[in-house]
């Protein structure tokens, strides 16, 4: 293993990662400790070499691009989804020729598939995931903490060759090459700020405007704060604590310390500021304060088109146990609504639901025409 912290020694390790058919990507981000999400840590191995990059220390990881996108070369991940992203986003590398062992194990109908009980399962070794809460931002990085890391990716070149195995033995390699291509050309831009995540808060479906318009206050604070100490929001003060108080619109700062669920050391140190954000909901005339969105109700009842999706989730039910795969996976609900909707009468109209695949048509498309003819 080898820690890359100057863009020396990546350099250095390109040659390596050039000369090898495949590559274990995974990486390690500060989102559950630090307010700006960013990739920490980037593992890399080979079947005989493992790299891992400090992207801290070395923030530009371009030159990667090209090799990551090479035609003829594998990149494996486990739950590629988010890595994916953070490479997009801040880096602005895509790969080529995906293997995702998370898919590949949904797809031979695995009831765990986390990585190390894949890894125990078909490797016989049990992984130790004592940093999975680890902040990934801190520096220096513990030994024992880059062996872990390390571990995410040195096990993934065989398993890749274990369950690929299992995939063509049992004939779906190709219906997992079809899901592969599909994350590879997802389109993985940052999505706009949401203006309204006050609203999302639990237990605050009650509260009246006035009451939203404290909370509203109290959160763009909270953020503006992690903001600038670079910590998750809930590590400033929690939203239990930020609803008590939008609940209790106290009149004056010493009644923030007097409300019922605020700890006597966050009043302390944030009774002015959180006070201040209250007085400025106070401040606020009527038609400034935020209201819920009306909810547009649910659409009239059809009761065709239910019996209709439940007859085809009982064909759906009924081939995922045949295939041994889970359910949801196979076809979620929306989906089986989609195809009752869609008044398909041959599986080239099954093409043409909303995000169905091929090998879904494949697996289970002559029992969905069969439901929608009856």
């Known amino acids: ?217 109290l959160h763009a604070w909270r953020e503006s704060v992690a903001s600038k100490r670079d910590v998750a929001p809930f590590r400033v003060v929690s939203n239990e604590i930020m609803v008590a108080l939008s609940r209790a619109l106290p009149a004056a700062e010493s009644g923030v310390a007097t409300t019922p669920g605020v700890p006597g050391s966050i009043a302390e140190r944030y009774g002015r500021e959180m006070f201040q954000a209250l007085a400025r909901a106070a401040a606020m005339t009527a038609d400034q304060h935020p209201q819920r969105p009306r909810s547009r109700g649910r659409p009239a009842p059809d009761p065709e088109l239910d019996k209709l999706v439940e007859r085809l989730k009982t064909a759906r039910d009924h081939s995922a146990e045949e295939l041994g795969l889970d359910r949801g996976f196979l076809m979620p609900r929306q989906q089986l609504e989609d195809v009752a909707k869609s008044g398909a009468k041959k599986p080239a109209d099954l093409g043409s639901v909303p995000d169905m695949r091929r090998w879904q048509i494949e697996a289970m498309g002559e029992q969905l025409l069969t439901v929608l003819k009856t």
């Open 1 to 217: 293993m080898q820690y890359i912290r100057t863009e020396t020694e990546l350099d250095e390790s390109l040659a390596i990662l050039r000369s090898s058919d495949l590559i274990a990507l995974d990486t390690e981000a500060a989102g559950y400790h630090r307010y700006h999400d960013r990739m920490c840590l980037l593992q890399l191995s080979t079947r005989t070499d493992t790299f891992l990059v400090d992207t801290l220390a070395v923030p530009d990881i371009r030159a990667l691009g090209p090799v990551l996108a090479e035609e003829g070369r594998e990149v494996i991940l486990h739950d590629a989804e988010y890595d994916l992203r953070l490479l997009a986003r801040d880096h602005l590398v895509r790969i080529g020729n995906l293997f995702d062992t998370k898919i590949a194990a949904q797809l031979l109908g695995e009831p765990a598939i986390g990585l190390g009980a894949l890894v125990e399962k078909y490797l016989g070794h049990k992984m130790d995931k004592k940093h999975q809460r680890a902040d990934w931002a801190q520096r220096p990085l513990p030994q024992d903490m880059l062996e872990y890391a390390a571990e995410d990716t040195r096990h993934l070149p065989r398993l890749r060759d274990a369950l690929r195995a299992a995939l063509e033995e049992r004939g779906r390699w190709s219906w997992a090459e079809e899901e592969f291509r599909i994350r590879e050309d997802a389109d993985w831009s940052p999505a706009p700020p949401d203006l309204e995540t006050f609203l999302k808060i639990k237990n605050t479906r009650d509260l009246i405007p006035a009451q939203l318009a404290a909370l509203r206050e």
